[in-house]
C-alpha cells in the first residue's frame, strides 16, 4: 500500500489518508462524471450494524469548516465531525476477485461488521 501525497490545505491534521491506487481510481471516477468542482466526500453518519457508517460519494458544495486534502489530483473533503471519527484513517483501493472495491482502515474503530462499512 503506497500513501499518495497530500496538498494541505489549512493547518488540521488529515482526517483521511488515500493510498496511490484510492487517489488513482477516484480520479478515474470523476473523469467520468459530468460536472466540474466534484470533491470526494468521506463522511461518518449514526447508523449501520455497529453503531456508524462510512459515507463517501462525488459533492459539489464545501462548507467554510470543512476539512479540505487534495491527494493524487483527487480534492477529498470531510466535515468537522467526521473528521474527529476518521484521524489517521487510509481510504485503499484493491481490484481483484475477492474484497475488489474501496476500504477504510480506521484506527479509531473498536468494533467493526462483518461487511466493512460500520464501526463502533
Given at each position: 500500500m503506497t500513501i499518495a501525497t497530500a496538498v494541505n490545505i489549512g493547518k488540521k491534521p488529515n482526517p483521511v489518508?488515500?493510498?496511490?491506487?484510492?487517489?488513482?481510481?477516484?480520479?478515474?471516477?470523476?473523469?467520468?462524471e459530468e460536472g466540474e468542482g466534484l470533491a470526494l466526500r468521506?463522511?461518518?453518519?449514526?447508523?449501520?450494524?455497529s453503531g456508524y457508517s462510512y459515507e463517501m460519494f462525488f459533492d459539489t458544495e464545501i462548507a467554510a469548516d470543512d476539512i479540505v486534502r487534495e491527494?493524487?489530483?483527487v480534492q477529498v473533503v470531510v466535515d468537522?465531525?467526521?473528521?474527529?471519527?476518521?484521524?489517521?484513517?487510509?481510504?485503499?483501493?484493491?481490484?481483484?476477485?475477492?474484497?475488489?472495491?474501496?476500504?477504510?482502515e480506521n484506527p479509531?474503530?473498536?468494533?467493526?461488521?462483518?461487511?466493512?462499512s460500520s464501526f463502533s
Amino acid at each position: 500500500m503506497t500513501i499518495a501525497t497530500a496538498v494541505n490545505i489549512g493547518k488540521k491534521p488529515n482526517p483521511v489518508t488515500l493510498t496511490e491506487a484510492a487517489a488513482a481510481k477516484v480520479a478515474q471516477l470523476l473523469a467520468q462524471e459530468e460536472g466540474e468542482g466534484l470533491a470526494l466526500r468521506v463522511a461518518v453518519r449514526p447508523g449501520g450494524c455497529s453503531g456508524y457508517s462510512y459515507e463517501m460519494f462525488f459533492d459539489t458544495e464545501i462548507a467554510a469548516d470543512d476539512i479540505v486534502r487534495e491527494f493524487g489530483g483527487v480534492q477529498v473533503v470531510v466535515d468537522p465531525t467526521s473528521a474527529e471519527l476518521l484521524t489517521g484513517a487510509t481510504l485503499d483501493y484493491h481490484d481483484g476477485l475477492q474484497d475488489a472495491g474501496f476500504h477504510i482502515e480506521n484506527p479509531n474503530a473498536t468494533r467493526t461488521c462483518g461487511c466493512g462499512s460500520s464501526f463502533s
